[in-house]
């Protein structure tokens, strides 16, 4: 079994900058995608941002320019870098896994994101 442990999170004023960090660990042979994704109140869970292996990477069409996802193969870390937070990133956020030995994914527990003044 994979377990992603994840740092990071709380609560900001808006403009203010937060890091997380997702690291994988168990029986892993070969991970595809490691992302985030959030979900707010009332809403459905939408990514934030992925990035495959070789370093592609896709980005919410809303948050580009503001989130930066980056990756540490070697070390099963996916990192996200939120500058200028807005209240409306408000949600909780989650680490997703995507592995293809075996093809399955994995999320992580969640945390929590609050941004206001």
């Known amino acids: 079994q994979v377990q992603l442990v994840e740092s990071g999170g709380g609560l900001v004023q808006p403009g203010g900058s937060l890091r997380f960090s997702c690291v994988a660990s168990?029986?892993?042979?070969?991970?595809?995608?490691m992302g985030w994704y959030r979900q707010a109140p009332g809403k459905e869970r939408e990514l934030v941002a992925a990035?495959?292996?070789?370093?592609?990477?896709n980005y919410a069409d809303s948050l580009k320019g503001r989130f930066t996802i980056s990756r540490e193969n070697a070390k099963n870390t996916v990192y996200l870098q939120m500058n200028s937070l807005k209240p409306e990133d408000t949600a909780v956020y989650y680490c997703?896994?995507?592995?293809?030995?075996?093809?399955?994914?994995?999320w992580g527990q969640g945390t929590q994101v609050t941004v206001s003044s």
């Open positions: 997703k896994v995507s592995t293809i030995i075996p093809p399955r994914d994995y």
């Open positions: 168990g029986s892993i042979v070969s991970i595809y995608v």
């Open positions: 990035i495959t292996s070789v370093g592609s990477t």
